[in-house]
């Protein structure tokens, strides 16, 4: 599982690649937080548009990331989801704490 954090100005996007599963969440959760202790960013987007598996682990990911920017006051977007990766996240309530944003075009997520 790969991280890419990518900041600008007041925005900072995480962009993940490969498998989201009780094994890598640990990892990704650091590499995250450290960098938005680190700039405080008023949006943090997640990129899931390389991600080709997640468990629920993937959940606890995203409302662990709102919490942390809870301390910041910083607004949650989580982009480029799978179909399924949609359904699990709205299913899970974060559509009332964070932006989800669907993949629209399997093609834009490869760009």
Do not use: C, W
């Amino acid at each position: 599982m790969g991280v890419k954090i990518v900041t600008s100005q007041q925005k900072m996007t995480a962009y993940l690649e490969g498998e989201i599963d009780h094994h890598t969440a640990a990892a990704i959760r650091e590499e995250i937080d450290n960098a938005v202790m680190l700039h405080s960013p008023q949006v943090l987007k997640i990129d899931f548009g390389a991600v080709t598996f997640m468990d629920s682990s993937g959940v606890g990911l995203a409302m662990g990331r709102y919490r942390t920017l809870l301390m910041t006051g910083g607004e949650l977007i989580l982009s480029n989801l799978s179909d399924r990766n949609y359904k699990m996240m709205k299913l899970s309530g974060l559509e009332k704490i964070a932006i989800l944003n669907k993949r629209e075009n399997a093609y834009e997520s490869k760009k």
